[in-house]
């Protein structure tokens, strides 16, 4: 349930910031994607995340363009949240990264890239 809260809530962030940031499909992105985090990591889980000492700038910030967006400011909001999500899960790009850059080592995959490169 909570892969696919956060996989909808991307989906619809998307789909609002190609129609010209519209405000209610990212302010339900924005619900789902924070409520698909409390399914797959639990309620406890995620208050510590978001409120450990080194991430409360990127939390208010993130925080606080939900609640812009919320008010029907969807560009300065997005903004806000941009800085805030790169703030809190900037640790995770290396890994994520890393990951993405080891699948070229799973044979059908390197074949196909050698094929297409």
């Given at each position: 349930?909570?892969?696919?809260?956060v996989?909808?809530?991307?989906?619809?962030?998307?789909?609002g910031?190609?129609?010209?940031?519209?405000?209610?499909?990212?302010?339900?992105?924005?619900?789902?994607?924070?409520?698909?985090l409390?399914?797959?990591?639990g309620?406890?889980?995620?208050?510590?995340f978001?409120?450990?000492?080194?991430k409360?700038?990127?939390?208010s910030?993130?925080?606080?363009?939900?609640l812009?967006?919320?008010?029907r400011?969807?560009?300065?909001?997005?903004?806000?949240?941009?800085?805030?999500?790169?703030?809190?899960?900037?640790s995770?790009?290396?890994?994520?990264f890393?990951?993405?850059?080891?699948?070229?080592n799973i044979?059908?995959?390197?074949k196909?890239?050698?094929?297409?490169?």
């Amino acid at each position: 349930i909570g892969v696919g809260l956060v996989g909808f809530g991307l989906f619809f962030i998307l789909f609002g910031m190609l129609l010209y940031f519209d405000s209610v499909l990212l302010a339900f992105g924005n619900i789902l994607f924070l409520s698909g985090l409390v399914f797959i990591i639990g309620f406890r889980r995620t208050f510590t995340f978001f409120f450990q000492r080194p991430k409360l700038k990127g939390t208010s910030f993130f925080l606080g363009g939900v609640l812009i967006v919320l008010m029907r400011w969807p560009l300065l909001g997005m903004l806000l949240e941009a800085y805030g999500f790169i703030s809190l899960f900037g640790s995770f790009f290396p890994v994520a990264f890393g990951f993405l850059g080891s699948l070229a080592n799973i044979p059908v995959l390197s074949k196909v890239s050698r094929a297409l490169g």
